[in-house]
């Protein structure tokens, strides 16, 4: 692994297709990513399959910004599983792998929820251990499926009303409160390395809800039940703007518990106003960056997600609550992000470092057909403090449910393949090398030019994806380039 290569200073890569077509570049400020990687924060986004396997741009930004993301719907219950003891997880799976493929972190959302039930579990009509026997192996087979590959859970979600005391739920109506205790010692049975959350809307604050939320986790740590933090969704819309203040309270207390917290679903509604928009937009941005901003304040505020990060695809749809606008273009709310990271970074005397290579590199190509030849060269560059790269090039399965790339040409196995390098200075030569690659595709060139040469044997591809991360002498991973090629 380039991670291992020896001490090197380095580098990086601009990735150009070389098939004929213009390359777009596009200037832009850090991304997040490389902020929050300075900053040790976890910087999510909520993501849906679909654009996933279709939408290249959004596949691009969502490399180049985030360092984790949450599968919006896929591990929900009723999603895994349509019939007792099935499950199809093809979806997951998917989104899972693409996380790794792009050295992203993720949490998992959700084990346990009044909503989203199964049918077979909610009409059951079964009884309290009944329903405990089915809790358990749900929670059981789905953490112990992604072991060592889910940073996170989000183990019960949405349990408290909004004025305190539980929802009445089908899991408490039958089961009764200690359904949160189960939860929470089942998946720690199952992967005792994830830190596990409860997780809410309307509970960053100092509310009723918040309290009794803040109650209800005490008493589960002072029992010694293996429960790591606290998620606020912030949902929010513009008329009712959160309170800074409280928030800060709520967190300081959870801290003093020894609990994490961590901000989860954040998105901004803006049509709940008639104000003019630039002027939404800009109060829009003030949320994003004081939540931000709050959040970064508290070491124990590990992690800040958003409930996706483009307008194109909203829960909210048509309001437009995000960073990105439907052309992923950056909104105010992104900069006042970037704002909140930088002025963080500098008061700790971290310099923000300019980006030495284009942030994006995204090129489209039409339709790929059987027995075309694609090229990705790859110009190096010695980067201060950087010593190695990985590229990593993924392409998704033809339909997810197939369970992979079934080609048997372009990969050995699995989606992706992997291509490292770094500089040896002992040598004073650039080493490279890719992990998967049979004759084709095949990799060659000196000095500091390289090219990967492929033949495609697939007459559809919706999206081939390639990343191009440098890592740094810490081991931190840093994107610098993205490769889409969609049919
Ligand atoms: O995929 C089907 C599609 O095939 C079908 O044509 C269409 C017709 O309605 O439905 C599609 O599924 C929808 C799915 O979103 C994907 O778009 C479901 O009906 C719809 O209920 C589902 O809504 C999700 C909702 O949770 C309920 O699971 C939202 O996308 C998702 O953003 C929302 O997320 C929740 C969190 O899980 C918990 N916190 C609140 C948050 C927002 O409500």
């Given amino acids: 692994m380039v991670h291992k290569l020896a001490p090197v200073v380095l580098l990086v890569l601009l990735l150009t297709v070389l098939t004929g077509f213009a390359s777009a570049q596009t200037a832009a400020p850090q991304p997040f990513r490389m902020l929050a990687s300075q900053a040790n924060l976890d910087i999510g986004a909520a993501v849906a399959l679909q654009p996933l396997l279709n939408d290249p741009q959004y596949v691009a930004t969502l490399i180049r910004e985030f360092n984790l993301i949450v599968p919006e719907n896929a591990l929900k219950f009723a999603v895994l599983s349509s019939a ?210 709050t959040c970064l304040s508290f070491s124990v505020c590990t992690g800040f997600t958003s409930w996706g990060f483009t307008d194109k695809y909203t829960w909210r749809s048509p309001d437009t609550p995000l960073m990105f606008d439907s052309a992923y273009q950056p909104k105010p709310a992104y900069f006042a992000m970037n704002n909140a990271f930088v002025s963080y970074l500098a008061n700790l005397g971290k310099v923000v470092p300019e980006p030495t290579v284009p942030s994006l590199v995204i090129q489209t190509i039409g339709r790929p057909v059987p027995g075309q030849v694609l090229t990705v060269a790859f110009k190096l560059y010695r980067m201060a403090g950087l010593y190695g790269l990985e590229t990593r090039c993924q392409i998704p399965p033809p339909a997810v449910s197939s369970g992979g790339y079934t080609d048997g040409d372009l990969f050995t196995g699995g989606n992706s393949f992997v291509v490292n390098g770094g500089y040896n200075p002992a040598e004073g030569s650039w080493d490279i090398a890719a992990s998967r690659l049979r004759p084709n595709p095949a990799i060659s060139g000196s000095g500091t030019a390289f090219t990967l040469r492929f033949t495609l044997a697939q007459a559809t591809i919706p999206v081939l994806t390639c990343t191009a991360l440098a890592v740094d002498a810490e081991g931190r991973v840093l994107p610098l380039a993205v490769i889409t090629l969609s049919g």
Avoid: C
């Fill in 84 to 293: 007792p003891g099935q499950y199809n997880f093809s979806g997951a799976d998917y989104i899972v792998d693409f996380a790794r493929a792009n050295n992203m972190k993720v949490f998992g959302h959700v084990l346990v929820w009044h909503d989203r039930i199964p049918a077979w579990v909610l009409n059951g009509g079964y009884n309290r251990d009944q329903l405990l026997t089915i809790l358990r192996n749900h929670i059981t087979t789905v953490v112990t499926r992604y072991r060592g590959k889910i940073a996170y859970w989000d183990v019960v979600n949405e349990a408290v009303n909004p004025t305190g005391g539980y929802r009445a739920s089908l899991w408490y109506t039958t089961i009764g409160a200690d359904y949160i205790e189960t939860a929470f010692r089942t998946a720690h049975e199952a992967d005792p390395n994830a830190l596990l959350f409860y997780n809410d809307y309307s509970n960053e604050g100092l509310t009723a809800k918040s309290d009794f939320i803040y109650n209800m986790v005490k008493d589960l740590k002072a029992r010694g039940v293996p429960i790591d933090g606290v998620g606020f969704h912030m949902h929010q819309r513009l008329d009712f703007p959160p309170d800074m203040a409280k928030m800060r309270q709520n967190i300081a207390r959870l801290e003093a518990l020894g609990l994490q917290v961590r901000i989860t679903e954040m998105d901004v509604q803006i049509n709940v106003s008639t104000a003019p928009l630039a002027e939404r937009l800009n109060q829009q941005a003030k949320f994003f960056g004081d939540a931000l901003s």
